[in-house]
């Protein structure tokens, strides 16, 4: 049942966003080639990343039960989640030091572009993919 | 003000004291210098009396004329004399008598001795007369003499007791002036304290107390003092002061409102921006999709439905965001007219109960109209509201019960789900604005403002709107309108 990772295996991204239709655009900006985790709000988004690993992370600021940057917080306390890639995607324009400060590594505010989201993915992946 | 009648009689009895000794001293004065020139005047008498007798004890003896003048002269000063010592020795009728007695004497002395005597040594010879002139005429003389002695020492002796009872009565007024004055200035001083005590520091505290004022110390009281017009400043400046910091507390509290209501704003438009930005972020999003890459037609349709329908969601967020301005502004007009709450509820239950398949809308009214004044436009949104709400927080579907009835003065409607419930955190806020607690991870839309406005519309019809709760099982929402009165 369980495979060895193949070297092209997909890499992994989890969107956690409240918005449906903006997880659905999420997905859309990153385009084909990424397996996808989605959560609607903070705890269940925490869940699954501790048990998914992602590459990388999306993840709003404005989610229900635990806010996004409370999520960040608790994600760079936990030892193999600490390196993860995280963009921040929020409405509220003016968060973005707070969320840098959280240890976001982008900030992408809405609406976005979604092929700027794109490249802000492409860039962290591929930075995270190169063995040092 | 009794104090002060009381200082000026007593510094009036003071200088009555003062006048009376010295009209004492004067009138003491007057009687001794009175007593000297009766002195004198007897002396003067006295010598006159000796002048007739040298005069005529000479004449008498010798014969010689030349002699008889002493007696010539003071016999003619002699009735001058007596007329201006009558004159003087006449203050007090005991004086009066005493002269009158002298006067006689001397009288008699003259007109029955000297006089007979003088005028027979003229006619007769000296000799045969000597021994009864030496024996009569020494004699009378002595007795004159004696009297003017008498008269003397009881003129002196009267005028020394006099002196001495003006001089006594005169120590005594001055000693009481002289008390009279300490008392006085004591009096004074007590006076001066006294208005120092009553008047001077009452009106320095008041001043103080107006410069803390003016300060800013607007908590300055005044501790009641002093009596009269100086009590009324004192109760005046307290009562400004009460005021003053009644009006500052006012104004404090007014500026705190219009910092809360600036900050509650300043937050609204944060939380419309923010609000907005979600529905923007999928219309823009996908469109930019659809620009972009290469998606098929059953993706194009799906997309363009988010769009449209993220784009309807965008023109409802404004215009409740206007709803709620007007309604906190005060501005939203109500119409008052007497409509039917019944057909209202039945309109909106209409309208919804072809949107979703997997509800059953049960609506129960009256035959008789539900009449309340009102604006049906603005009830419909309500009713409208608590319908969305109770089918998008009944995902699984399920009975939605409308009832409409009346109770004594009032028109209650309520809605009654069996959807998830209202968390018991989220009770008490529920009719906040931007509330929708968990409603977004159950991908349940919503401004998050529709209880807010339901909430302000009811109350504008001087209705009340609440609900009951359990999670899990479902939730009922109900308004409550005065009917209206017949008229």
Known sequence: MTSLPEPTAAKTVLICEDDSNLRTLVRLALGDGYRFFEAPDGPSGLALAHRTHPDLIVLDLMLPGQGGLDVLADLRRADDLAETPVIVISAWSHSDEAAIEAGADRFVAKPFDPNELRDAAVALLEDDGVPA | ?487
């Open chain 2, 1 to 487: 003000m009794v104090g002060s009648a009381l200082l000026a009689l007593l510094i009036a009895a003071v200088f009555g004291v003062l006048v009376y000794a010295v009209t004492t001293l004067d009138d003491a004065t007057k009687r001794e210098r009175h007593a000297k020139a009766v002195t004198a005047q007897t002396l003067q008498l006295e010598k006159l009396m000796l002048d007739l007798d040298t005069g005529l004890r000479g004449f008498v003896l010798t014969g010689k004329r030349d002699l008889l003048g002493p007696w010539t002269s003071a016999h003619a000063a002699l009735p001058g004399r007596l007329k201006a010592f009558r004159r003087l020795a006449s203050t007090t009728s005991d004086e009066r008598r005493r002269a009158e007695s002298l006067i006689a004497a001397i009288d008699q002395y003259v007109s029955g001795y000297a006089e007979p005597v003088v005028e027979i040594a003229r006619t007769t010879p000296a000799a045969s007369r000597t021994a009864i002139v030496r024996v009569e005429g020494a004699q009378e003389l002595a007795g004159i003499r004696s009297r003017f002695g008498d008269f003397l020492s009881t003129e002196n002796a009267l005028s020394a007791a006099r002196t001495s009872a003006a001089q006594r009565r005169s120590d005594e007024a001055i000693a009481a002036a002289v008390a009279g004055l300490i008392a006085s200035a004591l009096l004074v001083t007590g006076f001066g304290l006294y208005l120092s005590r009553s008047i001077a520091r009452p009106v320095r505290e008041v001043a103080d107390g107006a410069a803390r004022l003016a300060g800013g110390d607007l908590a300055t009281r005044l501790k009641p003092q002093g009596f009269g017009e100086v009590e009324e400043l004192t109760n005046a400046f307290n009562r400004m002061a009460e005021r003053l910091e009644a009006s500052r507390r006012e104004l404090e509290a007014q500026n705190e409102r219009l910092r809360e209501s600036e900050s509650a704003k300043s937050e609204l438009v944060s939380v419309v921006a923010h609000e907005l930005r979600t529905p923007l972020a999928s219309v823009l999003g996908f469109t930019s999709v659809l620009r972009q890459r290469e998606v098929t037609d059953e993706q194009r349709r799906e997309y363009l439905g988010i769009i449209e329908a993220q784009a309807r969601r965008l023109a409802a967020l404004v215009n409740d965001f206007l709803d709620v301005q007007r309604l906190e502004e005060g501005n939203l007009s109500i119409a008052k007219e007497l409509i039917d709450v019944g057909s209202v509820v039945r309109e909106q239950t209409e309208l919804f109960a072809g949107q979703s398949p997997k509800h059953l809308l049960d609506v129960s009214l009256p035959e008789t109209p539900l009449a309340v004044r009102g604006d049906s436009n603005r009830l419909a949104q309500v009713v409208a509201n608590l319908l969305s709400n109770a089918i998008k927080y009944s995902p699984q579907g399920g009975v939605v019960r409308v009832t409409g009835k009346r109770e004594d003065s009032i028109v209650r409607v309520s809605i009654q789900d069996e959807g998830v419930g209202i968390p018991a955190e989220l009770q008490r806020e529920i009719f906040g604005k931007f509330v929708r607690g968990h409603a977004t991870a159950e991908g349940i839309e919503g401004s998050g403002l529709g209880l807010a406005i339901s909430r302000s519309l009811v109350e504008a019809h001087g209705g009340n709107i609440n609900f009951e709760s359990t999670t899990g099982r479902g939730s009922t929402f109900w308004f409550e309108l005065p009917t209206a009165s017949p008229e």
